[in-house]
């Protein structure tokens, strides 16, 4: 009996312990079968876009660059499609070695291979170090072929800026480089910026205007195998190019400017006098921008930084000089406006009095008034008259005119100088204005600096009588500017006395132009570089007087107006009168005036391009530079 009893009991015990596996066995299955189905239909969406990036690969398409064109619609800056290797660093496994085989592919010189060797110290894992940009197919093809076994480097096709007038343009357009880490960081890690091949602005209107010229990228969506092998492609998303600039540059006028300019160190400025429109914006000597685009080498960055003509410097934005005596018909407009009788005459005998300081003029002019003492430049007469007037009137209208004037233009770092007044050198220098602050106002010297632009619109101003802006974008909207606050009679004497230094018995009479009809008006000015007691002999180039001159044409018509500054060049009319002088033939005949500068690229040894090529190949073979 006992023993039947064991036997139910176990069987029953067996029967629950059966039932509470079978119960935890089902409810395990339910859990599992309600996931499946919260996996297979409210996951269903997400884990088949999971699938889907798993499948398919978005490879970025980066935009291409807007174009900068001129006001003619001429290209200044364009994209060329071209060939690039690039090395991601992080995909890097054999460094030296992958280099070695980059070098012998793309005959890399030593100036390149100590770049990439930088750039990859310098760099981030996220960042692509370009090798070489613009390599040729078969270049390209050599090492497509061989990326197996070259991890880390990367082929790719795409386009690249180009500069078709190369130094000419160097200072006004810029140039684009690679973002580096902190341009990266800040724009918030944008993601473009690390696409090899991107390259945003780094200078000038390039940097400038780089939201609108950068564009939107797109995509191409491919399907890949697992282990990564094209299967085909699919549907791309398309970029959206960069804006076309359009500039209100003469690309013709900027190119002959740069190369009438030879081997001189200065800028030019060229403004259309009926509405402010800046028609060329020269600074040099240049640097190529296609260099600095694709990456400069060691020796060409060395030879444009130990330049004592600073090529890398943008003259007309950042170079400050004494105005000399282009400022003389703005002070004699001021001197006419005061009640000055433009018929008063002073007497010149070579200099001029001020308190125990005899101030020497640059000759013996005998009586002068006021037409004379401009056309012959005169100091007695502006020493004599600036003591007689207000400095505070004379100094604003010469400000008025333009010097010393902030002008709102797409070049970033720009200088504009001073136009000292009593005010301000109470403010500055705590003491009151004395006569031979007056003396040296009255001429150009003292505390007064000029921009190369300052130099084109205070002509621009006086042969309109319009307080003309200066405008370089074709879209900016133009105000009507308002009138110089002269009497038109008054602005005439001036007008008439600047025709005479050109065509009458002036200083720049052997800048005539060589039209039949037009004639120019004009001012020559000589800057003190150092005070005339520690002057050096003129055959040291950097002890030598600036030299400049301003300019309007016709005389009678005004449409143009220049403004030039040659660093060091002597004389405003023997060194910058000349260059104003064939590129204002440019504007009336071009074929003239390239007729009278073949002769001189001649004597200077051949074209812009041709001498620059030249420079850098002696700097390269010479000792000290040899590789």
């Not at 312990?17 to 066995?25: D, E, F, H, K, S």
């Not at 001129?70 to 800056?77: C, E």
């Not at 096709?157 to 880490?181: C, I, K, M, Q």
């Amino acid at each position: 009996m006992e023993k039947r009893f064991s036997s139910v009991h176990q069987t029953i015990t067996f029967s629950r312990r059966m039932m509470l596996l079978a119960g935890g066995q089902a409810a395990v299955g339910a859990v599992l079968l309600g996931r499946l189905g919260w996996l297979s239909v409210r996951e269903n969406e997400r884990y088949q876009l999971l699938s889907e990036s798993n499948r398919v690969q978005l490879i970025p398409v980066p935009p291409r660059r807007g174009w900068i064109i001129d006001r003619n619609k001429v290209p200044i800056a364009i994209n060329r499609s071209s060939f690039r290797i690039d090395l991601i660093p992080q995909q890097l496994e054999e460094p030296d070695k992958t280099l070695k085989t980059l070098v012998e592919l793309l005959d890399l010189s030593t100036d390149e291979v100590d770049r990439i060797l930088r750039e990859l110290k310098q760099g981030r894992g996220f960042q692509a170090v370009q090798v070489a940009e613009n390599v040729s197919f078969e270049q390209y093809a050599a090492v497509t072929v061989r990326l197996p076994d070259l991890p880390g480097v990367q082929a790719t096709r795409g386009f690249s800026r180009y500069y078709p007038d190369g130094p000419a343009v160097a200072h006004l357009v810029g140039y684009v480089g690679t973002a580096n880490a902190k341009e990266y960081e800040a724009e918030d890690k944008n993601p473009l910026l690390i696409i090899p091949g991107v390259k945003i602005g780094k200078q000038g209107l390039e940097k400038s205007l780089e939201k609108s010229l950068r564009g939107t990228p797109g995509g191409q969506r491919v399907e890949v195998t697992a282990r990564g092998k094209l299967v085909k492609e699919l549907d791309p998303k398309p970029d959206r190019s960069g804006q076309t600039v359009q500039l209100t540059i003469d690309q013709g006028l900027q190119l002959y400017a740069s190369r009438r300019m030879g081997d001189q160190s200065g800028s030019l400025v060229a403004m259309d006098v009926a509405n402010g429109d800046l028609l060329a914006f020269v600074s040099m000597p240049a640097f190529d921008p296609n260099s600095f685009s694709e990456g400069i080498g060691r020796t060409e960055w060395k030879m444009l930084s130990e330049n004592d003509h600073i090529p890398l410097l943008n003259k007309v934005a950042q170079g400050l000089y004494p105005s000399g005596s282009t400022i003389k018909p703005a002070m004699a407009l001021a001197f006419l406006e005061q009640g000055v009788d433009p018929k008063r005459r002073v007497h010149c005998a070579g200099g001029y009095q001020i308190g125990n300081r005899y101030f020497r003029c640059d000759a013996v002019h005998g009586s002068m008034d006021m037409h004379s003492a401009i056309e012959r430049s005169c100091n007695t007469y502006f020493w004599a008259t600036g003591l007689i007037t207000d400095p505070t009137l004379t100094t604003k209208m010469v400000n008025d005119l333009g010097y010393g004037q902030e002008f709102q233009l797409p070049i970033p770092s720009q200088r504009f100088g001073t136009m000292p007044n009593p005010k301000w050198l109470e403010k500055k220098y705590h003491r009151k204005w004395q006569g031979y602050d007056s003396a040296n106002t009255s001429i150009g010297q003292g505390y007064v600096l000029v921009n190369p632009l300052q130099l084109a619109v205070m002509p621009a101003r006086l042969a309109s009588g319009k307080l003309l802006q200066p405008r370089m974008l074709m879209n900016d909207p133009q105000k009507p500017p308002a009138p110089v606050n002269a009497s038109l009679e008054n602005q005439e004497i001036v007008r008439n006395a600047m025709a005479a230094v050109v065509n009458g018995s002036g200083t720049a009479v052997a800048s005539k132009l060589p039209l039949d009809g037009i004639q120019m008006a004009g001012k020559t000015g000589t800057a003190q570089v150092f005070r005339l007691g520690e002057r050096g002999h003129q055959s040291n180039w950097a002890l030598r007087d600036h030299a400049l001159f301003i300019a309007f044409a016709p005389a009678d018509k005004p449409r143009y107006a220049i403004g030039c500054i040659i660093e060091h060049g002597g004389f405003g009319a023997s060194a910058a009168a000349p260059i104003v002088r064939d590129s204002m033939t440019y504007l009336f005949d071009k074929e003239k005036a390239m007729a009278a500068l073949a002769p001189l690229e001649e004597q200077w040894g051949g074209t812009l391009a041709e001498r620059n090529a030249r420079q850098l190949a002696a700097f390269k073979a010479a000792p000290r530079n040899a590789t």
